[in-house]
């Protein structure tokens, strides 16, 4: 059984910074792509950050580049998503999402695995 928990959401203004954290609990994830889903009220899914199970290769959606780093902590099985200079449009529940192979990818379809979410609001 796998079970994705993340944390660290909440209302930030317009420019600020918030992290989020998750932890991967039962399966090892050590060789599997993670990453961070976020939809927003109305909106679809959008796969914002992935990073790959082995080494430190990355990807990130053009909306967000520049402002959010995704990170791994593969002996605690978690990840991270520092966000800075936060906009409303960020605002949306996010979710961590784990899959199945090595390589990072920005499809929604590429991940098995979801968690519950975490509200992030950015006030303007």
């Known amino acids: 059984q796998v079970h994705l928990v993340e944390t660290g959401g909440g209302l930030v203004q317009a420019g600020g910074s918030l992290r989020l954290s998750c932890t991967a609990h039962?399966?090892?994830?050590?060789?599997?792509?993670m990453g961070w889903s976020r939809q927003a009220p109305g909106m679809e899914r959008e796969l914002v950050a992935s990073?790959?199970?082995?080494?430190?290769?990355?990807s990130y959606a053009d909306s967000v580049k520049g402002r959010f780093t995704i990170s791994r902590d593969s002996a605690k099985k978690m990840i991270f998503l520092q966000m800075i200079n936060l906009k409303p449009d960020d605002t949306a529940v996010y979710y961590c999402?784990?899959?199945?192979?090595?390589?990072?990818?920005?499809?929604?379809?590429?991940?098995?695995?979801w968690g519950q979410g975490t509200q992030v609001t950015v006030a303007s």
């Open positions: 990073i790959a199970g082995f080494g430190s290769a990355t």
């Open positions: 999402v784990a899959g199945s192979t090595n390589w990072p990818s920005l499809r929604t379809n590429d991940y098995d695995y």
């Open positions: 039962g399966r090892a994830f050590n060789w599997a792509r």
